[in-house]
């Protein structure tokens, strides 16, 4: 293989890069806890950032681990990550959405509030870590043989061929949370303001059903 064939290499890992990133699950949980939580469009694009280097740089280590090991591990890993992806989105949905719901549960069961419920300790930042979490468990396989592809070239051209495709899906990523965090802002309502963490998780726990019957 010859140094000419890195713009092509570089162009189908970008697409497989942003494509792959357009699915629901790699935007859509972060958009819908940055409008329940109130976050500004500036740390929503953090947090989708953050979330996304770990998405992607899991990814990449997994296409290494290949090159050395061979590809049986990460074709039988790559298999079963979409539905444990899903499980995850689904366990942390639903608890986010009974966190959500903590008032009305306590209230139900005592007939009052109680103040120590709300005793969490930056709840926003224990999310976006858990979240962090659930992406780094949510590998793309499809970057594999890319790099396969690009294994034959120099060392450099390989390690430009990673980095075009991380950058493609973290920009796609923020991109589209974005998006959807200033299309959310239009929804408004008291209901939302009590009930938003509760919807938020619901909707996750969609996401995570979605992942898992369609094994993305």
Known sequence: MTEPLLPT?????????????????????????????????????????????????????????ALVSGTAVVEQLGSS??????LLLIGFGAAYALWGARHLIVRRLHGHDHSHVDHVHDASRAT????????????CVAVVPIIFAA???????????????????????????????????????????????????TLIVATGVVVVLLGW
């Open 9 to 65: 290499l570089a162009l189908a890992a970008a697409g497989v890069g942003a494509l792959h990133a357009v699915a629901p699950d790699h935007w859509l949980p972060v958009a819908a806890v940055s409008r329940a939580r109130g976050w500004s469009l500036g740390r929503t694009g953090r947090v989708a950032l953050l979330c996304g280097f770990g998405h992607v740089t899991v990814s990449a280590a997994l296409g290494i681990i």
């Open 151 to 201: 294994a034959p070239l120099s060392t450099a051209a390989t390690l430009a061929i990673v980095v075009v495709y991380e950058l493609a899906t973290i920009a796609t990523m923020v991109a589209l949370t974005a998006f959807a965090r200033i299309s959310a802002s239009v929804v408004r309502g008291r209901w939302l303001e009590r009930y938003g963490d509760s919807a938020a998780g």
């Open 81 to 86: 990550s979409g539905a444990v992806a899903g």
């Open 128 to 139: 976006t870590w858990t979240l962090f979490a659930i992406y780094c468990a949510d590998p």
